[in-house]
């Protein structure tokens, strides 16, 4: 039996279902599921943002077994117990620890490969309560010459395949480890799978259908420039000049590019009023903001990106997904990092 732990936002829930896919793979005939506790423990969100809850459903229909269908109600209603009795989402969301020890109990015996958030040397996993000192402008700026500084000493990037596609007799517990948007993942084993669970409806509004026909009609690039609970962490984005160097590669490579942005809805106005962070000349340059989707319909930006062209994208997974899935032979799709799985770094 193989447990995969489902969390957080739409884009993070895709990579954790691939590690559900991976495992399928490498283990062929092993009973897999998906946990998604988290979605059902309001308590949770007030730590970190669970956005619209768990969406692969709702979205695309996949019908990925949960493990509550294993267990009968009386043992579910005891793991759930079990876990908020834990409150893990105070001792730095250490959910590995007190899920699986909830999971023996119920008579799952599951060995933990996901690790002990709570173990010396561990780094903050949450986002409130973070200490007052990573909030200033001096740290993400020391983080920033840090990111830069790895970057061009990094030698050889880790390779991630014998661990996303685990093969073990074991039974055991892990997931959310959002690795397969990095190179060397093995994401090309499970391509065809993922292309034909991650298929988007149909567009059923005119105010998207209209922005889908002009997208298709031009040399679409898409910009996510993901702020919000991530502007700490993609803070050199902003701050080195990112946005300018990717964008103006576009400009040596592509035509007479159309630029949409993507971002945050508390961000838009941000976005509006700082085109020469961008790299963009808002008098000039052929520019449309695609900020009317919110809620539960957020998911429908991801789509409007992936029909892009080309793709700009922070460390966002929901971003890095909207790059992915172009299916654009042809495609110029920008990151940050050598490590992220994109045709370009900058």
């Known amino acids: 039996m193989k447990i995969v732990h489902i969390e957080s936002g739409l884009g993070n829930q895709m ?33 970190i943002c669970q956005w619209n809850g768990y969406e692969l459903e709702r979205i695309f229909h996949v019908q990925a077994p949960n493990i509550r269908e294993r267990l009968s109600e009386e043992q579910w209603q005891q793991v759930m117990a079990d876990i908020r009795r834990s409150q ?12 699986t020890e909830a999971f023996r109990r119920a008579g799952l015996p599951l060995e933990n490969r996901r690790g002990d958030f709570e173990a010396p040397g561990e780094p903050l996993k949450t986002t409130l309560g973070e200490p007052w000192y990573r909030k200033t402008e001096a740290f993400r700026y020391l983080n920033y010459l840090r990111r830069k500084y790895l970057k061009k000493t990094a030698a050889t990037l880790p390779d991630h395949r014998d661990e996303l596609f685990m093969k073990t007799e074991a039974d055991v517990f892990t997931g959310q480890k959002l690795l397969f948007k990095y190179v060397n993942s093995g994401i090309e084993e499970i391509a065809d799978d993922i292309r034909s669970a991650f298929r988007f409806p149909d567009i059923d509004d005119e105010k998207n259908r209209q922005a889908m026909d002009d997208i298709r009609s031009c040399q679409a690039v898409a910009i996510h420039a993901r702020r919000g609970d991530m502007t700490g962490y993609n803070y050199d ?16 490579q592509v035509k007479d590019p159309v630029f949409y942005i993507f971002c945050d809805p508390d961000s838009v106005a941000w976005a509006r009023s700082h085109g020469n962070i961008l790299g963009l000349d808002f008098r000039k340059d052929d520019v449309s903001f695609v900020d009317w989707n ?26 890095w997904w ?23 770094h900058f």
């Open 322 to 344: 909207g790059a992915w899935l172009n299916d654009n032979p042809d495609k110029i799709t920008c990151s940050p990092d050598p490590d992220m799985n994109t045709t370009h």
């Open 88 to 99: 893990f989402w105070q001792k730095n969301w250490n959910y590995p620890v007190y899920f």
């Open 15 to 47: 990579l954790s279902y691939c590690e559900l896919l991976a495992l399928k793979k490498a283990n062929p005939g092993e009973e897999c599921y998906v946990e998604t506790i988290v979605y059902d423990i309001p308590e949770c969100n007030d730590v």
């Open 294 to 319: 919110s809620g539960q319909d957020s998911w429908r930006d991801m789509q409007l990106m992936a029909a892009c062209r080309h793709q700009i994208v922070t460390r966002s997974s929901f971003g």
């Open 237 to 252: 984005c902003y701050a080195g000049g990112y946005f300018l160097r990717a964008v103006g590669f576009i400009r040596q």
